[in-house]
């Protein structure tokens, strides 16, 4: 286990287990959880959507999940996660709690780890999470931040399994956006063993040190301007938005990244590949109608299986 993932918070109880990251959790860790949400996935096969897993491992337990910024499916499948393991969610929005008004981070993530057994938080700025995280006694959960998106992209590498099968040695394309989810797919290039050609603008490339930490750990991670190179002899085309929530300037960003679209044209070029998209989509911008309902997209596993994967982060926080 890495250390970060085992910070002690401020309690002098047991160390807590944190999901921040993809690179603070050791890898043998991660293939647990992929493992675990595919094995829970299939048990309940055929099940009502809200029916209680057989055991109800979280009865009695509550999960809070705090949004600074807008969310469809993160708020929906963290909540129906809790109730299929028999436990339950409070979702709050940062902008009407004393949060909003200036309450101390460490003082809002004392008080809640008195009130509820886990917290997921979709923060503004990376920071706020990590300060939170420091300040709980009971698990933090990254449920996105302007830095990275790691539940996101544990349902990817999911997705991709199920499709695909091992995600080891395979070699992923990333179009458009160095952005919040193209960081965790690098974190997880280095923890799953896949490579990752990214084709950005210049100016939107990922983090240098991200890439540079992932490519000493092992992974092949290449740059590039040319969408083309990027996804020929890909197995898996992704993108996401180019305006990520929080960022200024959408119209201007739409003319640098217009080359950078994922078309039809450009999946000719990938012809084995499968195409993902963590949502929301911005149809005729990123991706085009064509892609996103065709036959290579596998967007609507991708999106089913936030639920899945987060049962098993959530267990694997909670030690269940
Ligand atoms: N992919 C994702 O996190 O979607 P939401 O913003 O709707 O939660
Ligand atoms: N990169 C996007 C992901 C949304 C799920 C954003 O941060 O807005």
């Known amino acids: 286990m890495a250390e970060a993932a085992l910070k002690t918070s401020s309690g002098s109880g ?11 959790i050791d890898g043998a860790e991660l293939r647990g959880i992929i493992e675990h949400a595919k094995a829970m996935k299939a048990a309940r096969a055929g099940r009502a959507k809200g029916a209680v897993d057989a055991d109800a491992p979280f009865a009695g337990e509550v999960l809070a999940l705090l949004f600074e910024k807008s969310s469809t499916r993160t708020r929906i499948s963290f909540d129906v996660a809790m109730r299929q393991l028999g436990g339950q969610a409070i979702v709050l929005d940062a ?18 780890s008195r009130y509820v057994d886990a917290v997921m938080i979709r ?10 995280a420091e300040h709980a006694d009971v698990p933090v ?29 395979a070699r992923f394309a990333w179009l458009g956006d160095g952005n919040n989810v193209a960081h965790s797919l690098i974190h997880a290039a280095a923890q799953f063993g896949f490579a990752m050609t990214l084709a950005c603008p210049e100016g939107d490339q990922p983090d240098a040190d991200i890439v540079a930490t992932a490519t000493d750990a092992g992974a092949e991670i290449g740059l590039t301007d040319d969408p083309v190179a990027a996804v020929r002899g890909a197995h898996c085309v992704v993108t996401d938005t180019w305006t990520s929530m929080g960022v200024d300037g959408a119209e201007e960003r739409r003319g640098r990244f217009l080359p950078y679209q994922v078309n039809e044209a450009l999946m000719a070029h990938a012809p084995d590949a499968v195409f993902m998209h ?35 982060i959530l267990r694997w926080c909670l030690g269940a």
């Open 95 to 112: 902008g009407t709690m004393q949060l909003g008004r200036g309450e101390a981070i460490a003082d809002t993530a004392s008080v809640m």
């Open 278 to 312: 963590c949502l929301p989509a911005h149809r005729g911008d990123e991706v085009t109608d064509g892609v996103i309902d065709g036959p290579q997209s596998i967007i609507l596993d991708e999106a089913e299986n936030r639920l899945h994967v987060q049962k098993a």
């Open 141 to 169: 959960i990254n449920g996105l931040t302007d830095l990275s998106h790691p539940c996101q992209v544990m349902a990817d590498v999911m997705t991709y399994e199920e499709h695909k099968g091992d995600i080891a040695g």
């Open 14 to 24: 047991p160390p807590v287990r944190h999901f921040l990251d993809l690179d603070a």
């Open 123 to 132: 923060a503004n700025n990376h920071r706020m999470l990590t300060a939170f």
